[in-house]
């Protein structure tokens, strides 16, 4: 099972810009894509985006949509989630995690594998 460990996470003034990183242990035939999610307290987990490895094809959630960027970098197992405005509601953990299957998918139950998360702050 893929190991991923999630970094790049701190406080940032609303307006501002912080970027992620989750590294996975290994990116074989098997790793279709990987997720980020998010989850503040009291509130369910959110999902933020996912990439898949092959191809590079994206899927955004509606509440970062144009302010939010996924890419990868395959030669160093690394996906990325660059965060743009970031506004107070964006403050949560935020978690990267590995699915195995395609199609690319939106729900936490569809990923095997999750990182011990990050946690991302927004001041306003």
């Known amino acids: 099972q893929v190991q991923l460990v999630e970094s790049g996470g701190g406080l940032v003034q609303a307006g501002g810009s912080l970027r992620l990183s989750c590294i996975a242990s290994?990116?074989?035939?098997?790793?279709?894509?990987v997720g980020w999610f998010r989850q503040a307290p009291g509130k369910e987990r959110e999902f933020v985006g996912s990439?898949?490895?092959?191809?590079?094809?994206?899927l955004y959630g509606n509440s970062v949509k144009g302010r939010f960027t996924i890419f990868r970098d395959n030669a160093k197992n690394t996906v990325y989630l660059q965060m743009n405005r970031l506004e107070s509601d964006d403050t949560a953990v935020y978690y990267c995690a590995s699915a195995s299957v395609g199609p690319i998918a939106t729900m936490a139950r569809q990923y095997d594998s999750w990182g011990q998360g990050t946690q991302v702050t927004v001041s306003s």
């Open positions: 990439i898949t490895w092959s191809a590079g094809i994206t």
């Open positions: 290994e990116r074989t035939g098997s790793n279709y894509a």
